[in-house]
C-alpha cells in the first residue's frame, strides 16, 4: 500500500511540473497588473491500508514466544534463579470480550531456601 501511495504522489509531482506556468508580464510602472492565479490540482489522498486477519493460534504461538522470551531475560540478564520463575504451560488469550489479545505473565515469589 505504501509504495501505490508513493507511486500516486509521484505521479501527482510530475503533472505539477508540466504544467507550463504562463510567461510573467513585463511590469509597467505605475500600473497594477491583474493575473488569474491557476487552479491547482490536490495531492491524491492516500490509500487506507487493507486490514489483516491473524488467527488465534498464530497470537499463541507469538504469546508463548513472548513468554519464554521474558523468562530468559529475567534468569539471564537480570539473573533471577530460575527456580523463583514459573511459567504458564500455555500463555492465555484474554476473553473474547475484552477488546485487543492479550496476554498474562505471571511471576509468583518464591521464598529462597536458606542454607
Not at 500516486?8 to 511540473?17: D, F, I, M, T
Amino acid at each position: 500500500m505504501a509504495l501505490e501511495n508513493e507511486q500516486r504522489l509521484q505521479k501527482w509531482r510530475n503533472r505539477q511540473k508540466q504544467k507550463l506556468q504562463p510567461a510573467p508580464p513585463v511590469p509597467v510602472p505605475g500600473k497594477i497588473l491583474e493575473q488569474d492565479i491557476p487552479k491547482q490540482e490536490p495531492p491524491p489522498a492516500p490509500l487506507a491500508p487493507e486490514p489483516i486477519t491473524v488467527s488465534d493460534t498464530v497470537l499463541q504461538d507469538l504469546a508463548q514466544e513472548r513468554a519464554l522470551q521474558v523468562y530468559d531475560f529475567c534468569t539471564t540478564d537480570l539473573g533471577i534463579a530460575s527456580q523463583r520463575i514459573t511459567l504458564q504451560e500455555k500463555a492465555s488469550l484474554a476473553p473474547p470480550e475484552t477488546p485487543g489479545h492479550q496476554v498474562q505473565i505471571e511471576f509468583k515469589y518464591v521464598e529462597p531456601q536458606g542454607p
